[in-house]
């Protein structure tokens, strides 16, 4: 049952080439930016992430992108990121827009074996429609546009089906976790990990206080250990402010 290993490296070690990969953060808030140095250095490319947002330059997953390793990814905040952009509109990578609580629920349903569900965000616009540019040829001419998705009326209400996410890996870090994989999250890093941590066939997660079993209260758990598979502990995380506001 004790899920610690050694080091960052070795918890990543087995992520192969054209891997899946569901990334925990909110903004800079609980990314798990020692996993993705880690991974970085392993070397895997042709990845799939699945996160709310890519970070920004010189941070996190932003870090990932810019070493060219990324091939698609799924998420619905793309600003504060200018390799993200380049990359994009150059034709480099694959980008799949979701609204941001269908992204979320697709990843809970992931987790729960929820295969799709019906959703009224979208509904009228190309999420549902179809047309999205997922990738550019690098003339700037769409290469590969989003499909149409089934609608259905409930109630005299039309929602549209998505598809749950499941993903080769989970990457997400925690302010507390115990040796049996037991998580628990500050604040806004809240808003995604459980999910992402959820839908990860294995998931690896990086904890700031790593605690005996028993340690965590029950009912304060956010994620529990059945999820985890892997656990590092990083007492030392690094916290940057995205933007920093100051008053003269």
């Known amino acids: 049952m004790d899920k610690v290993v050694a080091s960052a490296a070795e918890a990543v070690a087995d992520i192969a080439d054209g891997s899946s990969l569901a990334v925990g953060g909110f903004g800079m808030s609980g990314v798990p930016a020692v996993l993705i140095a880690a991974l970085i250095e392993q070397g895997a ?20 992108l810019a070493a060219g390793r990324i091939r698609r990814t ?20 694959e980008l799949e827009l979701t609204p941001q ?24 616009t190309m999420v ?27 109630d005299g209400v039309t929602y549209v089906l998505e598809r749950s996410i ?17 998580l628990v999250y500050r604040r806004s890093s809240r808003n995604f990990s459980p ?32 999820h985890v598979q892997r656990v ?3 007492p030392d995380a690094e916290k940057p402010v995205e933007i920093r506001t100051v008053r003269s």
Do not use: M
């Not at 609580?101 to 009224?120: D, K, M, S």
């Open 45 to 64: 490319t042709d990845l799939e992430t699945v996160s709310n947002n890519l970070g920004i330059d010189g941070y996190g997953l932003g870090n990932l």
């Open 74 to 93: 799924i998420g619905s905040y793309v600003g504060n990121n200018k390799e993200f952009a380049r990359q994009y509109l150059a034709g480099e990578l």
């Open 101 to 124: 609580g269908t992204l979320a629920e697709r990843l809970r349903a992931g987790g729960a074996g929820v295969p799709a569900f019906f959703t009224p965000a979208g509904v009228g």
């Open 128 to 154: 549902a429609d179809g047309g999205l540019p997922w990738r550019y040829h690098p003339d700037g001419t769409v290469a590969v546009a989003s499909p149409p998705k089934e609608t259905r009326e409930f």
């Open 166 to 182: 499941v993903t080769d890996f989970a990457l997400v870090h925690a302010w507390k976790g115990d040796r049996h994989g037991n």
């Open 195 to 226: 999910n992402c941590a959820a839908a990860g066939r294995i998931t690896i997660a990086e904890v700031e206080h790593l605690v005996e079993p028993g340690e965590i209260d029950p009912d304060a758990v956010h994620t529990p250990g059945i």
């Open 232 to 234: 590092v502990h990083v």
